[in-house]
């Protein structure tokens, strides 16, 4: 639910201007009926557990205060605090406490729920008809079985991104298909920390494992040559999008580390490079050992990106070189 549009002050009944945020002529806040409703669903959210539910109805807030005031500000150290809880993992969503008492079947429930959440995506028929199009344009390069698992290896590398925005309350697009670039997904609100942005930088590629460790399962079921080269398409995929250039999700994912922790990940990738002569991981060890020569230490050190970035660059290389 977003906030209705308003005409006329409700504090002294003079005419709004669209999109103003506080009225011009008595100063008063223009969505204030609104922000109570946001402030009483996060209390609401977080009593039960549901600190994901309470970043977005913060986050919303935000868009209806001017910068300025000091509710802004109130706002901001709220949403920093709650995000910190999630990408620390203390704050676990209510449905996985439920699954986790399962054991097992929990995680087989968990997986279902993953499933499920990626079908979402294709509801949009945005999403749908640009996969359609790219789909037939990779269809006549490289027939249809490679085109379409191609495809749906990029698909659930995007949806790991949705998946992680949705955690911290991002309201972000389903993804959009692009020939010969990929795919993209839009923001609606910026991440708040270089933690949150790095946490959602990386979620891209460990989703993209995921599919990549799918076509490997498909390999050792079926033994067919097929899977293995899409499971090496897919690491060289994500390990392409660990390079700390541009708008890839490494550029992202380096951005809470300090000069020390992408030094070493430049050292990591230049021995998976050792181990597997994969020319990817050149290219990774030196972008990487270039952000760390080239960054500035004002970031708090970030271990655990640290070794979520390591351990992807290992379990990728893994990857494509399997089946040794």
Known sequence: ?????????????????????TCLSCGALVH??????????????ESAGDVSKALGAWREALTLLPPETQQYHTIVSKIAALSSRVHSGEARPPWWKRVSSLGPLGV??????????????FGKLGTLLSFLATFGVYW?????KFALCFLLSIYIHEMGHVAALSRYGVPATAPTFIPGFGALIRLKQHPASAIEDARVGLAGPIWGLGAGLLWFGLYVVTGQPFWVAMMHATAWLNLFNLIPVWQLDGSRGTRSLDRTQTALL????????????EGMLIILALALAYRAYSKHDDTEPDWNGCG???GLIAALTLLSMLPL
């Not at 993953?114 to 995506?121: D, E, H, S, T």
């Not at 006549?140 to 249809?144: E, R």
């Open 140 to 144: 006549t390069l490289w027939g249809w």
């Open 32 to 45: 204030t009926a609104r922000l109570r409703e946001l402030a009483q669903a996060a209390a609401s959210a």
């Open 1 to 21: 639910m977003t906030a209705p549009v308003l005409t006329t002050c409700g504090r002294c009944g003079a005419e709004l201007a669209p999109g103003v945020l």
């Open 308 to 310: 979520q970035f390591a």
């Open 108 to 121: 087989v429930a968990a997986g279902l729920g993953k499933a499920k959440f990626l079908l979402l995506g």
């Open 266 to 277: 430049a050292a990591v990738a230049g021995l998976a490079w050792l181990v597997s002569r």
